[in-house]
């Protein structure tokens, strides 16, 4: 992790990132799973599509965190180190739509608790202990198989979640989607989830269907569940059309 921060840095990246190899995140769910009250861990499942897996979080009681969930995973040498830090957590829907709900009783509720309860602590904490940007990854928006994507107002209540969430933060933040075609949701997605950038997975996501917009774009180009290797100039390719897109 440490040679991955390292050639980041030497390519003048904004933000750099251990990958998360040295968080001791067996998966993206365990900080969550591990360290909230409220949370227990249930069965071992398939994340998406891959050849990983994650322990459902089984919710028996009133979520709560202590906002140092994530940041006691973090290796404190990448905050000293002077580089502006970036970490990546799963997005309120995602938590909410993989979650056993045995206390809420309901998707909203929970979708809220997640958002004030959890990730808006872990956040604001690990905004004042020096990470520089916040990530906020949503398979679950796109990747929803034999459901049907998520109506406007659905959207919208998910983006504000995402926005409870950032409330007393100072970090950058981002929102990505990945694992699914995020086209149907173009371009009210760029007004209603409130980060700086949003991201989409460009194996899935034609670069066509991008409109104009004054946020950054987080890009997707390669297919990392794919043993496929692309060239640089496919990916320079991709990259081009998404630009010309975007404005």
């Given at each position: 992790s440490d040679q991955l921060v390292s050639l980041q840095k030497q390519l003048g990246?904004?933000?750099v990132s251990d990958g998360q190899f040295s968080l001791g995140w067996q998966d993206?769910?365990?900080?969550?799973?591990?360290?909230?009250?409220?949370i227990?861990?249930?069965?071992?499942?398939?994340?998406y599509n891959t050849n990983t897996f994650y322990y459902t979080p089984i919710i028996k009681d009133e979520i709560r965190s202590d906002g140092k969930a994530v940041l006691r995973r973090i290796e404190k040498r990448h905050l000293d180190s002077g580089s502006s830090f970036k970490v990546i957590l799963?997005?309120?829907l995602t938590l909410t739509e993989l979650a056993d709900d045995r206390f809420y009783g309901n998707?909203?509720?929970?979708l809220f608790a997640f958002a004030d309860n959890v990730l808006r602590e872990e956040v604001r904490r690990l905004s004042k202990s020096g990470v520089k940007y916040i990530q906020f990854s949503s398979p679950a928006l796109v990747a929803r198989f034999r459901e049907a994507p998520l109506s406007r107002d659905e959207l919208k209540q998910a983006g504000e979640a995402v926005g409870a969430s950032l409330r007393g933060s100072s970090a950058r933040s981002g929102f990505h989607t990945f694992f699914g075609d995020a086209s149907p949701y173009i371009p009210?997605?760029?007004d209603s989830i409130p980060t700086d950038d949003i991201g989409f997975d460009f194996s899935q996501t034609d670069p066509e269907s991008l409109t104009p917009s004054k946020k950054g774009i987080i890009a997707g180009v390669a297919d990392a569940r794919s043993s496929y290797l692309e060239s640089i100039g496919e990916m320079e390719r991709k990259v081009a059309v998404i630009r010309e897109r975007t404005g």
């Open positions: 990246f904004d933000y993206f769910l365990r900080p969550i799973t591990d360290g909230v009250e409220g227990r861990k249930g069965a071992l499942v398939r994340w799963p997005d309120p998707k909203e509720k929970l009210w997605i760029f």
